[in-house]
């Protein structure tokens, strides 16, 4: 039978043990990166000679270039990637026993000094060789980018080995965040942290997912959001505050949903929704400042500005102007129903108003939304945290944020009346018996916390993820995502996820 790379890699490892070389040692001192390396030949070439500095490095061997008795190879640390020369009569005669036995892919600490080939690559002339880390598997298509997407998400730790643009997408992912928590800090906002089990699900329409705890004998959910308990904290005294949040939502799959996800929510007493809309511009444009230094980008081929002032319209208008519905339209409830099915978007005729505008802003508005929009005036009823507008009480105080025809952010001045919160929670659980399985529950606690009194606030939830995807240029949210969730390996027969029931 013929030996597989695996069998020939791990007969290396035994050899290298039966001549006392570990191959899986503990640890080993790093006293430079290839970053600082390559810094030196910018900045002192002329100090890089046989009689000059030693480096320490460390890093995964990615390609190997043999010649009998000497070797170039390329290696990489988390700061880059820079090439190495090894040959026999310059390392010990164990180091030379390491060298035979070397794959791409292994780890290997290298020490010596620095000097410039024939072509022009600085490159680090090999004085101690050690092996850190065997590698029993080889790297994926022969050094190449891994392209295949199924692989990739599944194998995040071999899209990250083959594909820099992978690295990248992640490292400038945690900018995001690093920038957004600076900014919040800067503005007196506390960050706090709130239960991801809870007894009631809240803060959003959603499906949950459900647990049991064994000890206390009750179910709890995971969240779907952390709004209810945020407002709690404002309801205690803590005016400002905000949480980087892991969510979760047992619904489908898509270029835009995972059943995990990421929201920074945050909740600003004594507010109102106009400052949230002016806060958000300001910190979307500091974010894309720290994290791109400009605040203009290209995403998907379009280009997108920060810029303000941001365009703002209501649900109303932007339904006439955008969607393409009369006024007497959206005024009348059979018309409305006429117009969805005109337009072959799918609603429950037995929905109530308010969701079925919403069916049709989600299908005919939205993806029209390319630079950044505040559309504002939802309905109450798909606004059961909301606060109503004095003006027009059939409508609420509540903006969401749209940037290349995603929802980015969803934000309003917070209701604060617990009569009135209380109706709202009825009117949800009549949803839910009525069969909409995403309608808020009772929430009686809370309903008690806000008769002790909240403040006026403003609250908002901004989607990490969906931003990442904005300042990374990704298509999908799974590119943000390190390990987006997926259907076991065996019964996926496509490379397609089942689609999200909100997209259809």
Not at 34 to 63: C, H, K, N, Q, Y
Not at 333 to 341: G, N, P, Q, S, Y
Not at 371 to 387: K, M
């Amino acid at each position: 039978m013929k030996k597989t790379e695996l069998d020939i890699r791990r007969e290396k490892m035994e050899a290298l043990r039966e001549e006392g070389i570990e191959p899986y040692p503990s640890g080993y001192v790093v006293e430079n990166t290839i970053s600082e390396i390559l810094a030196v030949t910018e900045e002192a070439p002329d100090s890089l000679t046989d009689e000059g500095p030693v480096f320490g490095v460390a890093g995964r061997l990615m390609a190997i270039n043999k010649f009998g008795k000497s070797a170039f190879v390329r290696f990489k640390d988390r700061t880059g990637q820079m090439q190495a020369y090894i040959r026999k009569d310059q390392v010990d005669e164990q180091a030379f026993k390491v060298f035979k036995a070397l794959h791409v892919g292994d780890f290997v600490g290298l020490k010596g000094t620095i000097f410039k080939t024939k072509t022009g690559e600085w490159t680090l002339a090999a004085r101690e060789l050690t092996l850190l880390c065997k590698s029993l598997r080889p790297l994926p298509e022969k050094y190449n980018k891994l392209k295949d997407p199924e692989k990739r998400y599944r194998q995040r730790y071999l899209d990250l080995i083959m594909n820099e643009e992978t690295r990248e997408t992640f490292i400038r992912r945690s900018k995001i965040v690093r920038a957004m928590r600076r900014f919040f800090d800067q503005r007196d906002f506390l960050e706090v942290e709130t239960p991801m089990m809870q007894p009631i699900p809240g803060g959003a329409e959603a499906c949950p997912f459900v647990t049991h705890h064994n000890a206390l004998d009750m179910a709890l959910y995971l969240r779907i959001a952390p709004e209810l308990y945020l407002k709690r904290l404002v309801v205690g005294g803590l005016e400002r505050v905000y949480e980087i949040n892991r969510n979760f939502r047992n619904e489908g799959v898509s270029t835009r949903h995972n059943p995990e996800f990421t929201m920074l929510e945050f909740y600003w007493a004594y507010a109102t929704y106009h400052d949230l809309m002016e806060l958000t511009e300001e910190m979307f444009q500091h974010v894309a400042k720290e994290v791109l230094g400009s605040t203009t980008f290209m995403y998907q081929g379009q280009e997108i500005s920060f810029e303000g002032p941001w365009k703002r319209i209501s649900m109303f208008n932007a339904l006439q102007t955008i969607g393409g519905a009369d006024k007497e339209v959206l005024e009348d409830r059979d018309k409305l129903i006429a117009f969805a099915e005109s337009k072959n978007v799918p609603i429950d005729k037995k929905a109530r108003t308010g969701k079925i505008m919403t069916k049709l802003f989600d299908a005919l508005v939205e993806p029209e939304l390319v630079q950044p929009t505040f559309i504002h005036s939802y309905p109450v009823e798909v606004s059961p945290l909301s606060r109503r507008s004095q003006k027009e009480p059939d409508l609420t105080e509540r903006f969401e944020l749209f940037i290349a025809g995603k929802e980015i952010a969803n934000g309003f001045s917070e209701l604060n009346d617990p009569d009135d919160q209380r109706g709202r929670f009825l009117q949800q659980v009549a949803d839910k018996e009525a069969g909409d399985e995403e309608a808020h529950w009772m929430d009686e606690d809370y309903v008690e916390a806000l008769e002790y009194g909240m403040p006026p606030t403003a609250g908002q939830g901004v989607g990490i993820d969906r931003l990442a995807m904005l300042l990374t240029d990704a298509a999908s949210i799974r590119e943000v995502i390190l390990f987006p969730h997926m259907r076991h390996a065996a019964s996926l027969k496509t490379g397609d996820e089942a689609p999200n029931k909100k997209e259809g």
